[in-house]
C-alpha cells in the first residue's frame, strides 16, 4: 500500500471505522469498515433539512408499528427508525457491521437493553428484509448491567459493542461478557459539547493497556477506540485493532501526508513506559457483581465512574432533543425552516 495521506498511514495499521450517519462521508471517504453511531450523531445528521423526508417517514411508521411494542411512545420507536434508516443508508459503502445505540434510558436495565436490542434487530428488518441481522452491532453503554445484557445478546448471536468504556475493569467484564468490540472513549465526551473543555487525561495509554491484555488472556473482543479530538491522538493509536474517526478529523487525515517525520509516535511501535507492567494477570467479575462496582468505583478515585455517569447523561441530552423533533413534527402549525 503507498502511504499518501494519514489516512493511508492508519489504514496501514488499523481497521479504520467511520464515526457519522452521514452517507456522503462513507462514499467519498472510504473504504471503511464499520459505520458506529450515537443519539448525538442522529440528532446532528436528522436536524438537516435534507433529511425531512426520513423524520416524516420514519413517524409514519413508528405509528403504524407502535402496538407491537406495549408502553414504547411513538417519538421514542420513531427515532430508532430513523437512527436505523440512516445506518442502512450507509451500508452499500461500508464492509462490516452498522453499529446502532440502544437508548441510553436504558443503561441502567438489562431487560429493557435487552428488549432494545432485539427490537433494534426486528426493525432492521422490517425496513430492510434483504439486509442480514449478522452485520449489526449494537452499542450498550459499559454499565454492569449493560454488559450483563451483552452476554445475553451475544449468546442469541447479535454482535455487541461495549461503548462510554473507561477502565480495565469494565473492558475485563465486557471480555467475559463476549461482547465484540470494547469502545474506550480516549477523551471524556463532554469535550464534543462543552466549548473550551479539554480532558486533561486522555486515555490513550488504556487503549495499549486493553488491546495487550486482551491478548494476555486469549479473548477474541477487539478495541475500537472513540471520543477522538485530534489526528495526533489517532497516530498515536495506530496499530489499535479497530478505531472509529469523525468526518473533521477524516477530512483533516485525507490530505497529503507532507511531514511524516513529524508524525506522532505510536503507542503500539514500541513497549510504552505507560503501559509496560500495567498489565494485570486475567480478571474476573463474571460471577462477582460487588467486587466488579467496588473496582469500578475506585478507579481513579471515582472519577471514571463520573465519567461514564456524564456520558450517559449527555446521551439522554441527546435522546430528549429527538424526542422533541418528533414532537414538534406532529405539531399542526410547525414550520419547515426550525429544521
Same mark, same amino acid.
Given at each position: 500500500?503507498?502511504?499518501? +495521506?494519514?489516512?493511508?498511514?492508519?489504514?496501514?495499521? *488499523?481497521?479504520?471505522?467511520?464515526? +457519522?450517519?452521514?452517507?456522503?462521508?462513507?462514499?467519498?471517504?472510504?473504504?471503511?469498515?464499520?459505520?458506529?453511531? @450515537?443519539? %448525538?450523531?442522529?440528532?446532528?445528521?436528522?436536524?438537516?433539512?435534507? =433529511?425531512?423526508?426520513?423524520? $416524516?417517514?420514519?413517524?409514519?411508521?413508528?405509528?403504524?408499528?407502535?402496538?407491537?411494542?406495549?408502553?414504547?411512545?411513538?417519538?421514542?420507536? /420513531?427515532?430508532?427508525?430513523?437512527?436505523?434508516?440512516?445506518?442502512?443508508?450507509?451500508?452499500?459503502?461500508? +464492509?462490516?457491521?452498522?453499529?446502532?445505540?440502544?437508548?441510553?434510558? @436504558?443503561?441502567?436495565?438489562?431487560?429493557?437493553? #435487552?428488549?432494545?436490542?432485539?427490537?433494534?434487530? *426486528?426493525?432492521?428488518?422490517?425496513?430492510?428484509?434483504?439486509?442480514?441481522?449478522?452485520?449489526?452491532?449494537?452499542?450498550?453503554?459499559? !454499565?454492569?448491567?449493560?454488559? &450483563?445484557?451483552?452476554?445475553?445478546?451475544?449468546?442469541?448471536?447479535?454482535?455487541?459493542?461495549? +461503548?462510554?468504556?473507561?477502565?480495565?475493569?469494565?473492558?475485563?467484564?465486557?471480555?467475559?461478557?463476549?461482547?465484540?468490540?470494547?469502545?474506550?472513549?480516549?477523551?471524556?465526551?463532554?469535550?464534543?459539547?462543552?466549548?473550551?473543555? !479539554?480532558?486533561? %487525561?486522555?486515555?490513550?495509554?488504556?487503549?495499549?493497556?486493553?488491546?495487550?491484555?486482551?491478548?494476555?488472556?486469549?479473548?477474541?473482543? &477487539? #478495541?475500537?477506540?472513540?471520543?477522538? !479530538?485530534?489526528?495526533?491522538?489517532?497516530?498515536?493509536?495506530?496499530?489499535? $485493532? =479497530?478505531? !472509529?474517526?469523525?468526518?473533521?478529523?477524516?477530512?483533516?487525515? /485525507?490530505?497529503?501526508?507532507?511531514?511524516?517525520?513529524?508524525?506522532?509516535?505510536?503507542?503500539?511501535?514500541?513497549?510504552?513506559? /505507560?503501559?509496560?507492567?500495567?498489565?494485570?494477570?486475567?480478571?474476573?467479575?463474571? =460471577?462477582?457483581?460487588?467486587?466488579?462496582?467496588?473496582?469500578?468505583?475506585?478507579?481513579?478515585?471515582?472519577?471514571?465512574?463520573?465519567?461514564?455517569?456524564?456520558?450517559? @447523561?449527555?446521551?439522554?441530552?441527546? &435522546?430528549?432533543?429527538?424526542?422533541?423533533?418528533?414532537?414538534?413534527?406532529? &405539531?399542526?402549525?410547525? *414550520?419547515?425552516?426550525?429544521?
Amino acid at each position: 500500500m503507498v502511504i499518501q +495521506t494519514g489516512l493511508d498511514y492508519i489504514r496501514s495499521r *488499523s481497521i479504520v471505522d467511520c464515526d +457519522t450517519m452521514d452517507e456522503q462521508v462513507a462514499r467519498t471517504l472510504g473504504p471503511f469498515a464499520d459505520c458506529t453511531s @450515537n443519539q %448525538a450523531i442522529a440528532y446532528g445528521e436528522l436536524s438537516k433539512p435534507k =433529511h425531512a423526508s426520513i423524520l $416524516q417517514i420514519s413517524l409514519s411508521k413508528s405509528k403504524s408499528l407502535v402496538n407491537k411494542y406495549p408502553g414504547l411512545a411513538v417519538e421514542e420507536l /420513531a427515532i430508532e427508525i430513523a437512527m436505523i434508516s440512516l445506518s442502512l443508508k450507509i451500508a452499500p459503502y461500508i +464492509t462490516g457491521y452498522i453499529h446502532i445505540q440502544i437508548n441510553p434510558y @436504558n443503561a441502567y436495565s438489562t431487560k429493557k437493553t #435487552v428488549a432494545n436490542a432485539l427490537r433494534i434487530i *426486528s426493525l432492521t428488518q422490517h425496513l430492510n428484509p434483504t439486509y442480514p441481522s449478522s452485520r449489526i452491532c449494537i452499542k450498550i453503554p459499559s !454499565t454492569w448491567e449493560g454488559l &450483563q445484557a451483552c452476554q445475553i445478546l451475544e449468546r442469541a448471536g447479535i454482535r455487541t459493542l461495549a +461503548t462510554t468504556l473507561f477502565t480495565l475493569p469494565q473492558a475485563a467484564l465486557a471480555a467475559e461478557m463476549g461482547c465484540m468490540y470494547v469502545a474506550p472513549y480516549v477523551n471524556q465526551l463532554k469535550v464534543h459539547f462543552e466549548d473550551g473543555f !479539554t480532558d486533561p %487525561a486522555p486515555l490513550l495509554p488504556l487503549c495499549a493497556q486493553i488491546q495487550q491484555y486482551y491478548a494476555s488472556i486469549g479473548t477474541n473482543t &477487539q #478495541v475500537l477506540p472513540a471520543s477522538l !479530538t485530534s489526528v495526533d491522538e489517532i497516530y498515536a493509536l495506530a496499530g489499535v $485493532q =479497530h478505531i !472509529t474517526i469523525s468526518p473533521g478529523l477524516l477530512e483533516e487525515l /485525507a490530505k497529503p501526508l507532507a511531514n511524516a517525520a513529524g508524525m506522532k509516535p505510536s503507542l503500539f511501535d514500541n513497549e510504552n513506559p /505507560a503501559v509496560v507492567g500495567s498489565v494485570p494477570e486475567r480478571l474476573s467479575f463474571l =460471577h462477582d457483581e460487588a467486587g466488579y462496582r467496588i473496582a469500578f468505583s475506585r478507579h481513579q478515585a471515582g472519577e471514571s465512574e463520573g465519567k461514564l455517569t456524564q456520558a450517559v @447523561n449527555i446521551f439522554c441530552d441527546m &435522546q430528549d432533543k429527538l424526542v422533541r423533533l418528533f414532537e414538534w413534527l406532529q &405539531q399542526p402549525s410547525r *414550520s419547515a425552516s426550525r429544521l
